[in-house]
């Protein structure tokens, strides 16, 4: 029975992680042609750091999920299994993953920033100071992840395959000390303090969000949400809460199975495929989740931004007819109005409108 469990485990990760490069590659793909070049009630600044975060998952996809875990489930000998490919592929890896996280982090931090002081909102929501805030963010992220072109060295395995035994190079983690230290940086860099600063700037957001409300009557604060730049701002803010969220829950699973793989059975006899250990299938389970929230982010926008779900709908069936869409906090159309007629008062450079015509 348990050998059913562990091989019908292997089938799943085997059709898993296939399926995630199929959906999440054209989806991540998709959202960045749409943020970028439709109206989805986002900032400037939101759409550099959004379409930004959806091209370094695609690499993530490509690097991680459909060259790592796809093929080393469906051939037996990846092409990265072999100098300088296995090398090479790590750097790739760890420098998408860093960017990812940290895409998230400071797109964050820069919202608590904006809603915090003035001078900040004057200075980060130019886009020009994103766009290179981005690309330092990539930049930096594959400096740092250089190192980990060492952690894994080709070394000869033995397998037997119908009936002969035949040797391949294989690409294996360096058991040694320096190998163990990188990781565990990597995995605090990449997990670890950015899990922290989400928590920790969403929890001051919603603090300030709070405290500003209280300051005005339920009228006031009718009006304000009224507001193109308002509605915007908070229609940014939920999106970003949503992303932040997926992304703390996806990622812990992995942080703590990790950390109990690296300290309680960080040996040498150890086999990590021997699924019939817990710990090995709860590790594996985890690098689904995580693996999941590169893939995830397009379903997100359509759950949550309105604009987003409107545009889409139009981009797909071809509707040439642009709509003005409204708050996707209260769902409501915005109205237009246009001037039918008016009449010019005797003090010259009065007008006074005397009809207003609904457009809807």
Same mark, same amino acid.
């Given at each position: 029975m348990?050998?059913?469990?562990? &091989?019908i485990?292997?089938i799943? @990760?085997k059709?898993?992680y296939?399926l995630?490069?199929?959906?999440?590659?054209?989806?991540n793909?998709?959202?960045?042609?749409?943020?970028?070049?439709?109206k989805?009630?986002?900032?400037?600044?939101?759409?550099?750091?959004?379409?930004?975060?959806?091209i370094v998952? &695609?690499f993530y996809?490509l690097?991680?999920?459909? %060259?790592?875990?796809?093929? &080393?489930?469906?051939?037996l !000998?990846p092409?990265?299994?072999?100098h300088?490919?296995c090398g090479i592929?790590g750097f790739?890896?760890?420098?998408?993953?860093?960017?990812?996280?940290?895409i998230?982090?400071?797109?964050?931090?820069e919202?608590?920033?904006i /809603?915090?002081?003035?001078?900040?909102?004057?200075?980060?929501?130019q886009?020009?100071?994103t766009?290179?805030?981005?690309?330092?963010?990539?930049l930096?992220s594959?400096?740092v992840?250089?190192?980990?072109?060492? %952690?894994n060295?080709v070394?000869?395995v033995?397998?037997?395959?119908?009936?002969?035994?035949v040797?391949?190079?294989?690409?294996?983690?360096?058991?040694e000390t320096y190998?163990?230290?990188?990781?565990? %940086?990597?995995t605090?860099?990449?997990?670890?303090?950015?899990?922290v /600063?989400v928590i920790?700037?969403n929890?001051?957001?919603?603090?300030?969000l709070? #405290?500003?409300?209280?300051?005005?009557?339920k009228?006031?604060?009718?009006?304000?949400?009224?507001?193109?730049? #308002?509605?915007m701002?908070?229609?940014?803010?939920?999106?970003?809460? &949503?992303?932040?969220?997926?992304f703390?829950?996806?990622?812990l699973?992995?942080?703590v199975?990790?950390?109990?793989l690296?300290t309680q059975?960080n040996n040498?006899?150890?086999n #990590?495929?021997?699924?019939?250990?817990?710990?090995?299938?709860?590790?594996?389970?985890a690098n689904?989740? !995580?693996?999941l929230?590169?893939?995830?982010?397009?379903?997100?926008y359509?759950m949550?931004s309105?604009c987003?779900r #409107?545009?889409?709908?139009r981009?797909?069936?071809c509707?040439?007819?642009?709509?003005? /869409?409204?708050?996707v906090l209260? @769902?409501?159309?915005m109205?237009?109005?246009?001037?039918?007629?008016?009449?010019?008062?005797?003090?010259?450079?009065?007008v006074?409108?005397?009809?207003?015509? @609904?457009m809807?």
């Amino acid at each position: 029975m348990e050998g059913a469990s562990i &091989t019908i485990f292997v089938i799943v @990760q085997k059709i898993y992680y296939p399926l995630l490069c199929i959906m999440g590659i054209p989806a991540n793909l998709f959202t960045f042609y749409m943020i970028c070049f439709h109206k989805c009630g986002m900032s400037n600044t939101a759409i550099v750091y959004l379409s930004c975060l959806a091209i370094v998952d &695609t690499f993530y996809v490509l690097w991680v999920i459909l %060259i790592d875990l796809t093929l &080393t489930f469906w051939i037996l !000998q990846p092409f990265w299994h072999s100098h300088p490919w296995c090398g090479i592929l790590g750097f790739l890896q760890y420098g998408a993953l860093y960017s990812s996280s940290w895409i998230v982090v400071v797109f964050t931090i820069e919202r608590y920033l904006i /809603l915090r002081s003035t001078a900040a909102k004057s200075h980060f929501s130019q886009a020009w100071v994103t766009k290179l805030t981005c690309i330092a963010i990539v930049l930096v992220s594959h400096v740092v992840s250089v190192p980990m072109a060492w %952690i894994n060295v080709v070394i000869p395995v033995d397998f037997t395959m119908d009936g002969k035994n035949v040797t391949l190079p294989r690409c294996r983690y360096r058991d040694e000390t320096y190998s163990t230290v990188l990781v565990w %940086i990597a995995t605090f860099l990449s997990i670890g303090i950015p899990i922290v /600063l989400v928590i920790i700037f969403n929890s001051l957001i919603s603090y300030h969000l709070c #405290r500003a409300s209280n300051l005005f009557t339920k009228e006031e604060r009718r009006v304000m949400h009224g507001k193109s730049t #308002r509605g915007m701002l908070r229609r940014t803010i939920l999106l970003l809460g &949503t992303v932040s969220v997926t992304f703390v829950v996806l990622s812990l699973p992995r942080f703590v199975t990790y950390s109990i793989l690296r300290t309680q059975y960080n040996n040498e006899s150890f086999n #990590r495929n021997d699924y019939s250990i817990p710990i090995n299938m709860a590790g594996d389970l985890a690098n689904m989740l !995580q693996n999941l929230n590169s893939t995830t982010n397009f379903l997100l926008y359509c759950m949550v931004s309105r604009c987003f779900r #409107r545009e889409m709908v139009r981009v797909v069936t071809c509707n040439s007819k642009a709509r003005e /869409l409204g708050s996707v906090l209260t @769902q409501t159309t915005m109205k237009v109005f246009s001037v039918v007629d008016h009449k010019t008062s005797s003090n010259p450079g009065i007008v006074v409108l005397i009809n207003l015509k @609904q457009m809807e």
